[in-house]
């Protein structure tokens, strides 16, 4: 006899950042829920993505802090970087944050079952050990994975992905990275930071496409400081290994270069091909994606898609938020639906990156009569104390019928810790905010985030700092 499939109010295929996001808030209000993961929950970000790279890149300002102790006055030996040690560390943070997210799951009382989902018709979902789930309703949560280009087959010695980098016991001592996005710079980063010599190769004509170009134009100039190599607007084309195999020569444009190590950094992909879907009204695109409106409904009614298996901004906290708004669907909450122009980005290169809103470049190429303001961390007293004068902070905003500066459209930062400061930044574009209107907010003295309220309230026409 044929068992019954297990009957639930949502099921959800993967349990990463939008899967487990929508088993907690589900399960917190008292849904039945069921999430299908072939690994553990926690996803990319979780276990190779987002936090172990963070992990890594705060082991490269821990080593440039030590390096530069001397200038505060501070006498050290030369620091000596044990790689194995930090990925020792990295797997801690990243087990106790699991954990933490297992128990959070039992106790709301989400049912996980291990292995890889399919969904078919009648919100039927077969797991492939043979177990089967029906949901009321179903989220596809699958996730994605990194993206590989031709010539470049990755093998985990030679040629890596972010995958094989997080899992690097020892650096090698140079490096080519291909791409030169978020993802990119954050590795290429990290490894000159820590000894390797590093060469960035990007198509595009910039690095970090899509920032502002004062903000890249920032990174840029650290990046060559630092003595990275970064060559723009060039196609990769293959490359030929040693007869020791233990480097490899990289071919672009017309020049070559000879590393260690290739890491290919050209985004991710979605992984929808294992989720079946015949019978089905849902559809996957020609890139892999599956088609939603934009309240995260696929064509399928009683199905939904989020996160990185959708074509939206592939962040974490973007599939937290689509999630939320699936999962509020479902109670009959009211929902308002996400406006993607408005996601904040953080990049945690050295120096930082975060924006929030449209570029200059974008503002403008969207046709608004635009007046921004920049202003230097050079002039602000913490960056100072704590060493870290390189950077800006650029706000966009809308030229108003008297010429002056109206609601923000974009705010752009680069420098210290500008990560941690792009609250106020995000909020005054999500809210439509005038400068006028968030100059009244008091800026904590001395902060690093002085500088978004200086360059605010410069806006105004009445700066104090700067000019």
Wanted: with cysteine; aromatic share 6%.
């Amino acid at each position: 006899m044929v068992p019954t499939p297990q009957q639930f109010d949502v099921v959800i295929i993967g349990g990463g950042p939008a899967g487990y996001a929508a088993a907690l808030h589900g399960g917190l209000a008292g849904l039945r829920i069921a999430v299908v993961e072939k690994e553990k929950v926690g996803g990319t970000c979780l276990h190779r993505g987002c936090i172990p790279a963070k992990e890594f890149l705060e082991t490269a300002t821990v080593y440039r802090t030590v390096t530069g102790a001397k200038e505060f006055g501070i006498e050290v030996e030369a620091p000596v970087v044990q790689f194995a040690q930090s990925q020792a560390r990295k797997q801690k943070v990243v087990d106790q944050l699991w954990r933490g997210l297992q128990g959070l799951l039992k106790k709301r009382k989400v049912v996980t079952f291990a292995g890889t989902g399919s969904l078919g018709p009648d919100h039927l979902v077969r797991v492939d050990d043979g177990t089967e789930l029906v949901g009321t309703h179903v989220i596809l949560a699958s996730g994605s994975v990194p993206r590989t280009i031709p010539g470049f087959d990755v093998d985990g010695r030679l040629v890596l992905t972010s995958d094989e980098v997080l899992a690097l016991e020892k650096l090698p001592s140079s490096a080519a990275v291909i791409g030169g996005g978020a993802i990119g710079c954050e590795f290429a980063s990290m490894l000159s930071d820590l000894g390797t010599q590093v060469t960035v190769l990007e198509a595009l004509p910039k690095i970090l496409p899509g920032c502002d170009k004062d903000v890249a134009d920032v990174v840029l100039r650290s990046f060559k400081k630092r003595g990275m190599d970064v060559h723009t607007g060039v196609n990769v084309a293959g490359h030929t290994p040693s007869a020791d195999g233990r480097s490899t020569t990289v071919h672009f444009g017309e020049q070559d270069v000879t590393v260690e190590a290739v890491v290919v950094s050209v985004g991710r992909r979605p992984l929808s091909e294992n989720l079946g879907l015949e019978g089905t009204g849902v559809r996957v695109d020609r890139r892999g994606f599956v088609e939603v409106d934009e309240y995260m409904r696929t064509g399928e009614p009683g199905v939904f898609a989020a996160g990185d298996l959708v074509d939206t901004p592939a962040l974490a906290h973007v599939g937290f938020a689509e999630s939320i708004r699936i999962v509020d669907q479902i109670l009959g909450d009211p929902v308002v639906p996400i406006d993607y122009s408005k996601v904040p980005l953080c990049i945690y290169s050295h120096p930082e990156v975060a924006i929030a809103g449209l570029s200059e470049e974008a503002a403008r190429e969207a046709g608004y009569d635009v007046v921004t303001k920049k202003d230097p961390f050079g002039g602000n007293g913490r960056a100072l104390i704590v060493g870290e004068p390189d950077g800006l902070v650029k706000v966009i905003c809308e030229k108003g019928p008297d010429g002056k500066a109206g609601r923000i459209l974009g705010v752009h930062m680069v420098g210290p810790w500008v990560t941690e400061q792009l609250g106020q930044g995000y909020l005054s574009v999500n809210w439509e905010a005038t400068p006028a209107e968030v100059a009244e907010f008091i800026q904590p003295h001395p902060t690093l985030s002085e500088t978004f309220g200086e360059t605010v309230l410069a806006l105004t026409g009445r700066g104090l700092h700067v000019g």
